[in-house]
């Protein structure tokens, strides 16, 4: 049997190609294509329209449906942990921990989070185990099938300040003071909304009758809340004696309460700068190789001879 000879027609030499690309006439194909490819402009644009317009409607839908009149938006504040490559304040986080646990503690629980969890964000691990050892915990049974208290070790969670959702309840007026743990990522403006809830206390306007045991607040939904204002100037004194003015205490709180919400916070944003230099090397590589090397071995043509 004859052999067959294929010769890779101007595939052998890269620069045969490049030099002569006029050779090859394609007329008719070129024509149908450009009338498909306006086909398809056209298809995306009505389809680009189209999602716009649904996008427009279901917006304005939601916006008439929501009794936003009734409540004050938080404003957006400057955090200092905002932008894409900002970490946490850490000497924030310490003091806002310090806040927790002298004001906020006697009502709210962090049920999520150990003392364990500390170590190495606001504080050295001999000063989370003296922390830890300021508490008292239930643990057991013992051998002899009984619970016992013993003190606090670092990975323990955080003591809750009422047995149960009841007692919480009764000791509140029936308001239920929500777990901390999480709650920047639980309400709408995250940090915002909690700084704003905490420095936005007022007397109610004129005509507005707020019922006994409860706090005219503007920025809670409802403008009634069952919590007391709870921080004030010098609530309290911190260990590193910053003044501690109302807004030095509400912002500090929520910068410690971001980081409970999201303990991945800096090491998520750092993980953002290593794939954006990996992608700053990466893209042009891959566009080279793309444009410049891979495309040659792409438009060349093979073809079939066949043997005389
Ligand atoms: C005296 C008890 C008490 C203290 C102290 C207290 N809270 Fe509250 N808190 C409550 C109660 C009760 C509610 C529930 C209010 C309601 O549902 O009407 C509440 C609700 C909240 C809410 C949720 C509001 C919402 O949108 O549902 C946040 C956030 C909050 N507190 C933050 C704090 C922070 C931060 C501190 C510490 C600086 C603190 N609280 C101190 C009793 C307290």
Known sequence: MAALRVA????????????????IQTPTANM????????????????????????????????SV???????????YPWSHAGPLSSLDHASVR????????????????????????VGVSHTEEEVKTIAEES????GPDESGEMFTRTGKPSDYFPKPYANPEAARAANNGALPPDLSYIVNARHGGEDYVFSLLTGYCEPPAGVAVREGLYYNPYFAGQAIGMAPPIYNEVLEYEDGTPATMSQVAKDVCTFLRWAAEPEHDQRKRMGLKMLMGAAILIPLLYYMKRHRWSVMKSRKIAYKPPK
């Not at 490819?37 to 917006?59: E, I, P, Q, W, Y």
């Not at 806002?96 to 003392?115: I, N, P, R, T």
């Not at 008292?136 to 643990?139: A, G, K, L, S, T």
């Open 8 to 23: 890779v027609l101007s595939g052998c030499g890269r620069r045969a190609l490049l030099s002569a690309p006029k050779t």
């Open 32 to 63: 149908s294509m450009s009338s498909l490819l306006r086909k398809k402009k056209f298809v995306l644009t009505a389809l680009g329209l189209a999602t716009a317009g649904n996008v427009g409607l279901a917006l304005m839908l939601h916006q």
């Open 66 to 76: 929501k009794a936003s009149d009734l409540e004050l938006h938080p404003p957006n």
């Open 95 to 118: 003091r806002g921990y310090q806040v927790y646990k002298q004001v906020c503690s006697a009502c709210h629980s962090m049920e999520y989070l150990a003392f364990r969890n500390l």
């Open 136 to 139: 008292e915990v239930v643990d």
